[in-house]
Nanobody, 121 residues
Framework: VQLQASGGGLVQPGGSLRLSCAAS????????MAWYRQAPGKERELVAV???????NYADSVNHRFTISRDNAKNTVYLQMNSLKPEDTAVYYC????????????????WGQGTQVTVSS
């Protein structure tokens, strides 16, 4: 299973970006999908998470600015980021909890390679 993230870049404060992350490979179902971020010198932190039934949760720092969504048919998760601030600058990582086949009920954790988001004037 591979997760391919895209959509990062340089944006001015107040601007918007949309991140995408597509999962591919041996996938039966995906339960939770999420975005994390890691700024220089800081620990990785959860930004937003979405369940298969589209229940969502957000870090306080991004609530009402970021929106997480997913397309189960495409095994893809999105993060719409609005009103970006310099403190949103970080490498953003996507996550998926994957069940690989119908005979194995275990879920496995997979991570994307990270995409850089820089908010600067």
């Amino acid at each position: 299973v591979q997760l391919q993230a895209s959509g990062g870049g340089l944006v001015q404060p107040g601007g918007s970006l949309r991140l995408s992350c597509a999962a591919s490979g041996s996938i039966y179902t995906i339960s939770a999908m999420a975005w994390y971020r890691q700024a220089p010198g800081k620990e990785r932190e959860l930004v937003a998470v979405i369940t298969r039934l589209n229940s969502t949760n957000y870090a306080d720092s991004v609530n009402h600015r970021f929106t997480i969504s997913r397309d189960n048919a495409k095994n893809t998760v999105y993060l719409q980021m609005n009103s970006l601030k310099p403190e949103d600058t970080a490498v953003y990582y996507c996550y998926a909890g994957v069940r690989r086949n119908m005979w194995d009920s275990r879920e496995y954790d997979y991570w994307g390679q990270g995409t850089q988001v820089t908010v600067s004037s």
